[in-house]
C-alpha cells in the first residue's frame, strides 16, 4: 500500500497496554478538531471529534483530551489491539474553511 | 451504501501530458476537497468546492484545476503533469464546512 511517511514519529506500544498520542496546534482561533486513523494503502477514516467548547470527550476505547491554555490534543486509546496499527493525523478547522492536517504519528503494536 | 470513491487507483503517466483524477461522492454533501499526501507532509489541500461551480485554491493549487457542475463529483486535473505531482490524491467529502470530511481510497500517481 502507499506508504504514509518514513520519518513519521512512531509509538510502539505492547498489546493491551493504553496508548497517548499527542497533537500540537497552531490557530487559537481553531474551533473543531478531529482525529483520523490511516491504515496502509487506505485513506484516513474518522475516529473522534471535539468542540473548543469542550475539554473531554469519549467514543469506544477512545477519548479525545483538548487543552486550549497550550494548544493541544491528545488520542487517547485504552486496551490497544494490533488493528490500531495505523497512522493517526489530528485536524483543526476555524471555520472559515477546509480542516488543517498535521503530519501524523505511526502507532505500532506489538503482540 | 453511501460512499465517496476514486479513479484510476493507480496511474502512470508522462512529463507535460494532461491528466484527470476522479472523485464521486453518493452522500449529496455540498463540500468536497482535493489533497495529496507526500512523505513527510501530511495531508496538503490542493482545491475544495462548496458547491456546484464553486471552486476555490488550496494551499498547494498551481498546477492543477477543479471543476463542479453537479454535487456528486469533483474531478481534479493537472493541465501538464510535473514530477513534483507524483503522489498520492486524496478526495474527500462533508455535510457542511469544517467538519467531519469522509474520505476516498486514494489514487497513486507518478509522473515519470
Redesign the interface.
Known sequence: G???????PTLSVQEGDNSIINCAYSNSASD?F?W?KQES??????II?IRSNMDKRQGQRVTVLLNKTVKHLSLQIAATQPGDSAVY?CAE????????????TRLQVQP | DAEITQSPRHKITETGRQVTLACHQTWNHNNMFWYRQDLGHGLRLIHYSYGVQDTNKGEVSDGYSVSRSNTEDLPLTLESAASSQTSVYFCASSATRGNEQFFGPGTRLTVL
Open positions: 502507499e506508504s504514509v511517511g518514513l520519518h513519521l473543531y478531529i483520523y494503502g487506505k485513506g484516513p477514516q474518522f471529534d493525523f478547522n476555524t471555520g472559515r474553511r477546509a480542516l488543517t492536517f498535521g503530519s501524523g
